[in-house]
């Protein structure tokens, strides 16, 4: 990765359950908005990282919260850099559209919280980040863009830093950008 001014990074995780199977037509235009929302992410300012099924271009057929649910998780540089992507881009349209393909959450399906910059957070990581918010509200800990902290705040709270010597990106990985090492 190349240096940024940031020692924090945000991750996020998101999870959906699907009204349909992925492969039922009426699931065919979240599908076909995949491939495009991904790539605009990953060429969005302040991206940095999203979790990919090892052999595939995104998360979709990993399910670790249930065969009806999918998740997408991601690190960027900034709340604002995330915040950006998620509502004012190309993302938006698969958000305004998202109860046609999508249930109603009753609890929360979205959880932010600071990584240190390098960091590669785990599904594990993830859905224990998820099932905080959930059990406890928002904390420095696991977040929300409504209720959010700073990295200052989150200090206690962050994942041990990477190694200082970084492995190859994991095979779950997407690979950095050009220019940029990716870190396991």
């Not at 960027?76 to 850099?81: D, G, I, L, T």
């Not at 046609?100 to 929360?108: G, K, N, S």
Request: aromatic share 8%.
């Amino acid at each position: 990765m190349t240096s940024s001014p940031h020692a924090f990074h945000l991750a996020q995780l998101n999870v959906a359950t699907l009204l349909h199977p992925m492969d039922d037509p009426r699931i065919a235009p979240f599908v076909e908005l995949l491939d495009p929302v991904n790539a605009a992410a990953d060429g969005a300012p302040g991206f940095v990282w999203r979790l990919v099924e090892d052999g595939a271009g995104d998360a979709t057929g990993l399910r670790p919260a249930g065969e009806d649910v999918i998740v997408n998780m991601s690190v960027w540089e900034s709340q604002e850099a995330l915040w950006d992507f998620a509502y004012r881009s190309g993302h938006l349209e698969a958000l305004r559209r998202r109860r046609e393909w999508f249930a109603r959450h009753v609890a929360a399906h979205m959880v932010l919280w600071w990584v240190p910059a390098g960091h590669r957070p785990s599904l594990d990581e993830a859905m224990d980040r998820l099932a905080d918010l959930r059990a406890y509200g928002p904390s420095p800990r696991a977040f929300t863009f409504a209720s959010s902290y700073t990295a200052t705040e989150a200090a206690d709270h962050l994942p041990a830093a990477p190694p200082a010597h970084p492995g190859a990106a994991t095979p779950s990985a997407r690979p950095a950008p050009a220019g940029e090492a990716a870190t396991a």
